[in-house]
């Protein structure tokens, strides 16, 4: 169970707003068990929008069970929402995130097959980012025994996805060719792991060079995406490949298009082009959209390719499809059980950190998912006032030195 009442330790340099820190010491401070630290994100925009404050406690109802949380997943979705640059998004103050790990805390009437102190694993309709969260029993599913709360929170939601998108969607079989996007991501590594789970498929893998070294084993063939990765892909194969997916969007949507063989699928699943600096820019919006070529359906007819697209949230939230996602988590356990794939964790954040770790995200630096550890303490960064009282004091202990060593010499 997380701890409530932690001591904390001084606020890094991306949590310079003062009133930040004051919410945060009364929420540690306080005896009240309904209430709980959360992110909330004031309004669209930057990272000075987001804080972390108290909030009260929710308590299950009918058929939800309630966590309390140990940690979340972040994802460049969440950027996205902080930047307002999603379809209908709920009205700020809003408490960010979509998936989370935990224990169950107590669960609601009607509820069958959990139990207080399961280690569990959920997807959440927001709300994630918090010490407690309440969510429908249907996206709450049990965590093996040998998984971490870390693991469990990058597990759902990057390996849900890439198993729907490989073999619901593209129907991936032995012999295939996939070319993925932002291979170094969390969505990126599940696919990967779970393309090697089928014989003789080969994997084109598309990142910043920065991270080939790390990432090299994972894919067949890897490129970087500052490249005409068109070209270097044809060098491998001239026809092309099976199953390209993008989270890219723009451009990349008509040379995702160019490089399908005949009945090749194309899935779309991201729009990451379209977050360019901290706030939402029409320009870059704009500009995606005018880059994405205008698909013709008798084009498709013609070279015989399939184009679609992939939203994991909305099946799940809007579209009611909870019985095939359960079935896929179920399949993917097994996975995990047999030790074919794990989920590829780049770092843990305290809740307190979650500006820091967003701007990661932003640059495109992590390997794998990022975790907010909500039981972690932020990391003291060394501020310019630390350094100047540090180099004060090494002086003053200097110049007593040196007194002393004086003294005892006309001594």
């Avoid at 308590?59 to 929402?81: H, S, T």
């Avoid at 939601?157 to 073999?167: P, T």
Wanted: glycine share 8%; hydrophobic share 40%.
């Amino acid at each position: 169970m997380a701890k409530e009442g932690a001591d904390m330790t001084e606020e890094t340099e991306y949590m310079i707003d003062k009133n930040v820190g004051k919410e945060t010491e009364n929420v540690e401070s306080s005896g009240d068990a309904k209430e709980m630290r959360a992110v909330i994100l004031a309004g669209f925009g930057g990272l000075n929008k987001l804080r972390v404050t108290k909030k009260a406690m929710p308590e299950p109802q009918d058929g939800e069970v309630k966590i309390r949380v140990k940690a979340c997943g972040l994802n460049f979705l969440d950027l996205m929402v902080r930047q307002g640059t999603i379809d209908n998004p709920p009205k700020p103050p809003l408490v960010p995130g979509f998936e989370c790990s935990g224990i169950v805390e107590s669960v609601g009437e009607n509820i069958k097959g959990f139990e207080i102190g399961d280690r569990v694993m959920a997807f959440v309709n927001y709300n994630a980012w918090a010490e407690v969260v309440c969510t429908p029993v249907d996206f709450v599913y049990k965590m093996p025994d040998e998984m971490t709360f870390a693991e469990a929170a990058a597990f759902s939601l990057n390996f849900v996805a890439a198993y729907m998108m490989l073999f619901e969607v593209a129907n991936l079989r032995e012999g295939m060719s996939v070319l993925v996007h932002s291979a170094g991501g969390g969505v990126g590594q599940a696919v990967a792991q779970l393309c090697s789970t089928v014989p003789n498929v080969t994997v084109f893998g598309i990142s910043s060079c920065f991270k080939h070294a790390a990432i090299r084993d994972s894919v067949t063939h890897l490129f970087d995406r500052n490249v005409d990765y068109i070209q270097e892909v044809k060098k491998v194969s001239p026809q092309g490949v099976d199953i390209l997916l993008d989270c890219l969007c723009g451009e990349n949507t008509g040379k995702g298009l160019s490089l399908l063989k005949p009945l090749g699928t194309y899935i779309l699943y991201g729009a990451s082009n379209m977050v360019t600096g901290e706030t939402k820019s029409f320009f870059s919006f704009a500009k995606s959209w005018w880059q994405v070529e205008k698909v013709n359906p008798i084009k498709l007819y013609e070279e015989n390719k399939v184009i679609a697209g992939f939203s994991l949230l909305n099946l799940l939230f809007k579209q009611g499809r909870c019985s095939l996602v359960k079935s896929v988590m179920d399949k993917l356990l097994c996975l995990y059980n047999q030790k074919k794939i794990k989920p590829v964790v780049d770092s843990l954040w305290a809740l307190e950190e979650v500006k820091e770790a967003m701007q990661r995200i932003h640059d495109r630096g992590n390997i794998g998912k990022l975790i907010l550890d909500v039981e972690k303490s932020p990391t003291p960064l060394v501020t310019t006032t630390n350094l100047i009282c540090f180099f004060l004091v090494t002086c003053r202990n200097e110049v007593i030195r040196k007194h002393t060593s004086t003294d005892r010499a006309v001594k």
